[in-house]
């Protein structure tokens, strides 16, 4: 591990939060240099929020309500996340899509996991989408987040067979298993510095 201070990052959520809890659980055993400075969600019944507050780490509630428009909503998301000193943001489970305001705000800096082999079903409900499609293998994604929907350049993606009887639950279950594998993996590398991006190719450094 690099003796360089821990990567401030802050995580956006919307529901359970197991990826944010696998993140956590990489940070504490130190094996990623960074810290969670803040974990906001735009639902105040997240129980992401409560997996945090167990760790001791702030969370911030930011609900659409007041704000005119998305582009406002993520200017004053900006500002959350510039008072917490972010470097780094990580959209777990954040069910709202990101304007050029969040985006051009933290350049090449957003990464986000989508449950699916992307560009193949990206969007909402990925994992029915492949069932109805009938694909043998889905699986999951990590990506920088570009104002496309789920179109940013790829880190990592691990493989997943598609069961003849599975539901949307059961293949869900065993895609969130290796999104808890790749995750935290992509923010080590991104943490340690081990990432670099050629156009929208991704090189992982030795
Ligand atoms: C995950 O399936 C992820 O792929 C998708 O949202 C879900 C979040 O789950 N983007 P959790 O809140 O991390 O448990």
Not at 2 to 22: C, D, E, F, I, K
Not at 55 to 75: C, F, K, M, N, T
Not at 123 to 151: I, N
Request: hydrophobic share 45%; net charge negative.
């Amino acid at each position: 591990m690099s003796h360089s201070a821990p990567v401030r990052v802050a995580v956006l959520v919307s529901g359970n939060g197991t990826n944010l809890q696998a993140v956590i659980d990489r940070i504490e055993a130190r094996e990623i240099n960074a810290r969670i400075v803040c974990v906001v969600s735009n639902r105040e019944d997240a129980f992401a929020l409560k997996r945090a507050e167990k760790h001791g780490i702030p969370g911030v509630v930011h609900q659409l309500g007041a704000y005119a428009s998305r582009r406002e909503y993520d200017a004053a998301l900006v500002e959350i996340l510039r008072d917490h000193g972010v470097q780094l943001v990580l959209l777990a489970g954040f069910m709202r899509i990101l304007t050029d305001v969040m985006v051009d705000a933290f350049p090449h800096a957003i990464l986000n996991i989508h449950p699916a082999l992307l560009p193949a079903f990206p969007g909402l409900h990925a994992q029915q989408q492949a069932l109805d499609y009938g694909v043998r293998f889905t699986g999951c994604t990590v990506h920088l987040v570009d104002c496309g929907t789920d179109t940013g350049p790829i880190i990592l993606q691990a493989v997943v067979p598609v069961n003849e009887d599975d539901t949307e639950e059961t293949l869900s279950a065993r895609i969130q298993q290796e999104e808890h594998r790749i995750y935290p993996e992509a923010v080590r590398l991104f943490c340690a510095d081990k990432i670099s991006l050629n156009g929208r190719q991704v090189r992982i450094l030795p």
